[in-house]
């Protein structure tokens, strides 16, 4: 399976809104192309040359339901100093977050959001996530911080039907919390 940005679906598609299911471990072959197809889109979409070829939307994370599958599927693959942090995860849950809260200074974006949202998207500034990683083959428990962690949230948050938008306050799109870590 090639994933190509026509199969992207938009907000605009109630069912971007729809809320994912578990899926079976382990996994079934359809379940693990589906993950790998996801993972190499996003590291594909990264590298210049081929996304220049194929025509891909530059990203860091994707998640099942961005293609019309209601899936508990996400992959994230961040950039890092010393590589990336790559995730291709099967029922991912958060199951502990800081007190702390941390937002992209720039805003978010997403494959399925085309118009610009501003304001700020305040997440908290780390996380512990479980879930079976496809890269790794086993159950994982993965503490994350800083961009990751808003990486993270934000792939786990289509789980659910929830855009980033959602998250901005409605009222006073640049709220300040002082307390919160800025993230580039």
Not at 113 to 131: C, D, Q, S
Not at 177 to 182: K, L, R, S, T
Request: with cysteine.
């Amino acid at each position: 399976m090639k994933i190509k940005n026509d199969m992207i679906i938009l907000d605009s598609d109630p069912l971007i809104r729809t809320k994912s299911e578990p899926v079976t471990l382990p996994l079934t072959k359809e379940d693990e192309e589906l993950l790998q197809a996801m993972i190499t889109y996003v590291r594909n979409s990264q590298d210049e040359e081929i996304a220049e070829k194929e025509g891909l939307r530059p990203a860091v994370g994707i998640a099942a339901i961005q293609l019309g599958i209601p899936k508990q599927l996400i992959a994230v693959s961040v950039p890092t100093e010393n590589g990336s942090d790559e995730f291709a995860l099967a029922n991912p849950k958060i199951i502990a977050e800081s007190v702390q809260n941390a937002y992209l200074a720039q805003g978010e974006g997403c494959l399925s959001v085309l118009e610009e949202h501003e304001g700020l998207v305040y997440r908290h500034a780390r996380i512990t996530v479980t879930g079976y990683d496809l890269l790794r083959k086993d159950m994982i428990r993965v503490r994350a911080s800083g961009y990751t962690a808003i990486c993270l949230q934000h792939e786990i948050d289509h789980l659910s039907g929830t855009l980033f938008y959602d998250h901005i306050n409605k009222t006073d799109p640049w709220k300040e919390d002082p307390e919160a870590m800025v993230i580039g």
